[in-house]
């Protein structure tokens, strides 16, 4: 069975949640509650094995390593590197409400030429979790 490495953005973000229940395919989720070296090198690992390497990125989004992660695998190993650019990221704080972070227009330029340049190395580039799912379940 195929398998995705479900990397990017991190910080409480749910994205992984949505996802998952999408894929006919197996994955692996490298959010742990405590990130140690081992935890490092099975990313590494799985980044090698996995068939895909996903990164999707939304404004929960706090650090850039990410964005380095993916432009190295996509030079690296394009055929399997798919990169998602989310441009709203939510939750349910509770008491009906709902806290959405959003990037504004100039981050969201700045990820769409890292998405061409994702392209650009033969990787693919996608816009929602919709498409994703439904690229990595072989509806292409």
């Known amino acids: 069975m195929k398998k995705v490495f479900l990397g990017g953005t991190c910080n409480r973000s749910t994205w992984r949640d949505k996802l998952i229940p999408m894929l006919s395919i197996d994955y692996f989720n490298p959010v742990v509650d ?20 996903l990164y999707v990125i939304t404004p929960r989004m706090t650090g850039v390593y990410s964005i380095a992660e993916v432009v190295d695998d996509s030079n690296k190993r394009p055929s399997k590197t798919i990169f998602c650019v989310l441009g709203k990221d939510g939750k349910d704080i509770g008491e009906d409400k709902y806290e959405v972070f959003r990037f504004d227009k100039g981050q969201l330029k700045s990820l769409d ?25 072989g509806d292409k």
């Open 113 to 137: 030429k890292v998405g061409v340049m994702v392209e650009r190395n033969d990787g693919k580039y996608f816009n929602s979790l919709k498409e994703v799912a439904k690229y990595l379940n």
């Open 34 to 53: 405590d990130w140690t070296e081992e935890c490092y090198q099975e990313e590494l690992r799985q980044r090698e094995t996995c068939d895909y390497c």
